[in-house]
């Protein structure tokens, strides 16, 4: 089982007290988008092997949501951080890449 701390409240409980919301950092296509980018919005996801942002919120607490960045092999959390952000702070890409040297966020945006 997981064990996530929410960046909005500080609380750290285990998964069930979270809703895990799919992955993060989407392109999303509203009006005036064309088939093709609509389809691949909601259909595609990756699926990796290893590091993964994904979106969780804090349904039993504060009721935010938030970003979670962890290894899809090992469930090793990495850290948690706003959704509000566009892309994981640098802190965290610099302790993933500690982690996992050779992983870099480029290769995901």
């Known amino acids: 089982m997981l064990t ?3 960046p909005c409240c ?3 409980a285990e998964e069930t007290e979270f809703h895990a919301g799919g992955e993060a950092h989407l392109t999303r296509y509203g009006p005036g ?3 093709t980018e609509f389809e691949g919005y909601l259909f595609m996801r990756e699926n990796p092997k290893g590091v993964h942002f994904e ?3 804090h349904v039993y607490g504060c009721g935010k949501w938030f970003q979670v960045a962890r290894c899809t092999v090992t ?3 990495f850290g948690a951080y706003p ?3 566009t892309r994981p702070p640098q ?3 610099d302790t993933i890449t500690a982690k996992r ?3 870099s966020w480029n290769d995901i945006a």
């Open 55 to 57: 979106r969780w919120r």
């Open 33 to 35: 988008s064309d088939d």
């Open 10 to 12: 500080g609380v750290t």
């Open 101 to 103: 040297p050779g992983w």
């Open 83 to 85: 959704a509000q952000t």
């Open 91 to 93: 802190a965290l890409q």
């Open 4 to 6: 996530l701390t929410c």
């Open 75 to 77: 469930l090793e959390l």
